[in-house]
């Protein structure tokens, strides 16, 4: 046993005293289940699982910490109820919303951040990485870290829209459906239904081999895709606030449907269909990722990152973890997303803590 293990749980084990004498219970449960599981790890791999079991807890506490900072900073710099709201928020969302923020920065800002263009050639093939090309280069030469840079704006960016173009769809005939109710109504749930039966990812890939990849037929065909769900939760929460007796009193003073939709529905729907936004984002999100990764998505040279892990896929072969790298840029905003879901979901239930 050498200093580097006695060091590592004596600060475990005096951090968890710590923690039960000033009767934190959090960090003290925090801190003696590391303390644990670092025991039978380190029995299990020895010196190298307590160096990964170090690091891990280091990353997360490098995570807490920026939550942390972000939330406050947040606080600061807005308004009185929204200040309010966001101390309350839990450390995740806060992650979240600083994930966000940074990949919202680096898709704004791409041609500023990255050193090369994102199809432009300036080494060979899989070259390594050096103090020009932070992570190397892919299989045509171009500076890997500039193509994921310009795919935050590329990937993030297509996906979003579409999100909005399902929103405006799936909202639109949702609220018109709730309202009008009758034969309309009925016409519209045995169409989603319809729809709605058929794989999404399956459906996709039968639309693109008809209409071809182009990129506002992608768009277009990924917020038809998805706009049936978001009818599906409007014309549910619309459903419930049409009910209601201000709806009738509305209507009795001879107000129009779309009057009724604009001053009295869709204010009283928001919150769900915030939440719902976030969540119908995720899922375009990875079927964008999905679609160019099997070629029939946002199509080359313009930087994508489903593409980037099918195009340098070769590299696994050789321990190189390059290709892994848009793919985590894809997960950890999915996460980062959820997250702030998660919270703004808990918010609009009206549960407390």
């Known amino acids: 046993m050498n200093y580097f293990v006695i060091v590592y749980y004596a600060l475990l084990i005096g951090g968890s005293c710590l923690a039960a004498y000033f009767k934190r219970r959090e960090i003290f449960l925090a801190l003696f289940s590391l ?4 025991f039978v790890m380190g029995i299990v791999g020895g010196q190298d699982a307590l160096w990964a079991v170090s690091i891990a807890a280091g990353l997360l506490a490098l995570a807490a910490g920026t939550a942390y900072a972000f939330r406050e900073f947040l ?3 807005s308004g009185t109820e929204t200040a309010k709201a966001l101390r309350t928020a839990p450390l995740t969302a806060s992650f ?3 994930v966000i923020f940074t990949y919202a920065v680096l898709g704004i800002f791409a041609p500023v951040i990255a050193p090369f263009g994102e199809a432009e050639v300036i080494s060979q093939s899989f070259a390594p990485a050096d103090e020009n090309m932070l992570l190397g280069a892919d299989q045509l030469g171009r500076d890997l870290f500039s193509r994921i840079v310009y795919g935050a704006r590329n990937t993030v960016g297509l996906a979003l829209v579409a999100t909005m173009i399902a929103f405006v769809i799936g909202v639109l005939l ?3 459906a709730a309202v009008k109710g009758g034969w309309f109504d009925q016409l519209m749930g045995r169409i989603i239904d319809v729809v709605m039966s058929i794989p999404g990812l399956i459906f996709a890939l039968l639309l ?8 506002i037929i992608l768009v277009i065909i990924i917020g038809l895709i998805y706009a049936p769900r978001v009818f599906r939760l409007t014309r549910a929460v619309a459903g419930n606030v049409v009910v209601m007796d201000y709806i009738e009193a509305a209507s009795l003073r001879g107000e129009g449907m779309w009057y009724l939709i604009r001053k009295e529905i ?10 719902e936004f976030g969540l119908e984002f995720c899922f375009v999100f990875l079927l964008v990722a999905g679609l160019s990764f099997l070629g029939l998505g946002i199509q080359p040279p313009t930087a994508d990152w489903g593409s980037m892990v099918r195009e340098n896929a070769t590299l696994i072969s ?24 998660d919270w703004m979901l ?4 009206g549960l407390k803590e």
């Not at 303390?35 to 670092?38: D, G």
């Not at 869709?266 to 939440?275: D, E, F, H, R, V």
């Open 96 to 98: 979240g919303m600083f």
């Open 75 to 77: 606080v600061i710099i």
């Open 318 to 341: 050789f321990g190189e973890i390059t290709p892994l790298i848009p793919a985590a840029a894809i997960a950890l905003l999915t996460v980062a997303v959820n997250f702030v879901v």
């Open 208 to 215: 693109l081999s008809i209409f071809g990849t182009n990129l």
């Open 35 to 38: 303390t644990l599981a670092s």
């Open 346 to 349: 808990f918010r609009s239930s």
């Open 174 to 176: 949702g609220m018109v």
């Open 266 to 275: 869709l204010p009283n729907s928001t919150a769900p269909l915030i939440a």
